[in-house]
């Protein structure tokens, strides 16, 4: 699977913005999208995921009611919107696919390159 992803920028905190990541060649191993992080410094983070067939979806704490995780079947993007932005957002964003519901990312099948998202106070 390839993974593009897209939409990072500059915002200021309470903004929002939306990132795409493109996927294309899916293969049985890719069940489930999920968006990473990582800030400057730190470790890469889970963010949200969303299994690709039911649409299930599952978010870290830190963004809960704040960030949307979806998918568009029939053009094979996944989104995430991202509202009431924090400065603590700040880091960038990546999506990866993996064959089960994972929080690490350890079982990671395909990672996309990152986009950069900053959030100012």
């Known amino acids: 699977v390839q993974l593009q992803a897209s939409g990072g920028g500059l915002a200021q905190a309470g903004g929002s913005l939306r990132l795409s990541c493109a996927v294309s060649g899916l293969t049985t191993s890719d069940n489930f999208m999920n968006w990473f992080r990582q800030a400057a410094g730190k470790e890469r983070e889970f963010v949200a995921g969303?299994?690709?067939?039911?649409?299930?979806?599952r978010y870290a704490d830190s963004v809960k009611g704040r960030f949307t995780i979806s998918r568009d079947s029939a053009t094979n993007t996944v989104y995430l919107r991202m509202n009431s932005l924090k400065p603590e957002d700040t880091a960038v964003y990546y999506c990866a696919s993996s064959s089960e519901a994972i929080t690490t990312p350890v079982g990671i099948v395909s990672w996309g390159r990152g986009t950069q998202v900053t959030v100012s106070s």
């Open positions: 969303i299994k690709w067939r039911e649409g299930i979806k």
